[in-house]
C-alpha cells in the first residue's frame, strides 16, 4: 500500500524556520518525482516545490531562495527546509509523488499544518 | 505566468451532468490533469492526460481539451460527487506546475 507520511508542521514566528519531512513506503521512491503543494484554509491548491529523480529541483517563484527540498532516496524520505518564513506561507503541506514530469501527480499524503504567526 | 481559470462554483441536480471547465491560453497542447477534493481530505486524482481514468474512478468522469478550455464531465451526478475540483498543467516555462483555482460542485 502507498503511503505519503508528513511531518514537521507547527506553530513558527514569522522569519523562523522549519524542516517538514515525508516518509514513502509501498513504492520504489527513487523512481518518482516527489512534490510539496499548499493549501491555506479555505483556499486553493498552490504547488510550491519538486525534486526530480535525479534531484533537479523546481520551486515556486514566492519560495525560491527561501525554501530547500532535498531527498534522500536511501530513507525513501523527501523534505522540505523553510527559512524566512512569512505569514502567507500558513498552509497546510502536502507531499505527493508523479511519475515523471509533466505527468499527474498520483498519490496525496494527508498533509502537515504549517503556521507562521507571532 | 500560466494562468488557468475555473468558475468558483457549479451547481448539477442529481442525475444530471456537471461540466467544469478549465481556461487558458492555448491549454488544448498542454496536458491537463483533473483533482477531487473532498471536505477534509487530500486531493484524489480523477482524470489525466486530458482524457484518462485512474483504476477505481468511475465513468461517469470523463475530460476534454481543445483550443483554449479544458473541460470535466460528470454524467449521472451522485451525491458523493460533491466536491472541490482543480485542473492542473506542467508548464515549463513558468511555475513548472501550475493549478487552476478551484470549481466547489454543489449537488442540489
Known amino acids: 500500500e502507498v503511503q505519503l507520511m508528513e511531518s514537521g508542521g507547527g506553530l513558527v514566528q514569522p522569519g523562523g524556520s522549519l524542516r517538514l519531512s515525508c516518509a514513502a513506503s509501498?513504492?520504489?521512491?527513487?523512481?518518482?518525482?516527489m512534490h510539496w503543494v499548499r493549501q491555506a484554509t479555505g483556499k486553493g491548491l498552490e504547488w510550491v516545490s519538486g525534486i526530480g529523480t535525479a534531484g533537479d529541483t523546481y520551486y515556486l517563484g514566492s519560495v525560491k531562495g527561501r525554501f530547500t527540498i532535498s531527498r534522500e532516496n536511501a530513507k525513501n524520505s523527501l523534505y522540505l527546509l523553510m527559512n524566512s518564513l512569512r505569514a502567507g506561507d500558513t498552509a497546510l503541506y502536502y507531499c505527493?509523488?508523479?511519475?515523471?514530469?509533466?505527468?499527474?501527480?498520483?498519490?496525496w499524503g494527508q498533509g502537515t499544518l504549517v503556521t507562521v504567526s507571532s | 505566468s500560466n494562468v488557468l481559470t475555473q468558475p468558483p462554483s457549479v451547481s448539477v441536480a442529481p442525475g444530471k451532468t456537471a461540466r467544469i471547465t478549465c481556461g487558458g491560453y492555448?491549454?488544448?497542447?498542454?496536458?491537463v490533469h483533473w483533482y477531487q477534493q473532498k471536505p477534509g481530505q487530500a486531493p484524489v486524482l480523477v482524470i489525466y492526460?486530458?482524457?484518462d481514468r485512474p483504476s477505481g474512478i468511475p465513468e461517469r468522469f470523463s475530460g476534454s481539451n481543445s483550443g483554449n478550455t479544458a473541460t470535466l464531465t460528470i454524467s449521472r451526478v451522485e451525491a458523493g460527487d460533491e466536491a472541490d475540483y482543480y485542473c492542473?498543467?506542467?508548464?515549463?516555462?513558468?511555475?513548472?506546475?501550475?493549478f487552476g483555482g478551484g470549481t466547489k460542485l454543489t449537488v442540489l
Open positions: 505527493a509523488r508523479a511519475p515523471d514530469s509533466s505527468t499527474a501527480i498520483d498519490f
Open positions: 492555448n491549454i488544448g497542447i498542454k496536458s
Open positions: 492526460y486530458d482524457t
Open positions: 492542473q498543467v506542467w508548464d515549463s516555462s513558468t511555475d513548472p506546475l501550475v
Open positions: 509501498g513504492f520504489t521512491f527513487s523512481n518518482y518525482e
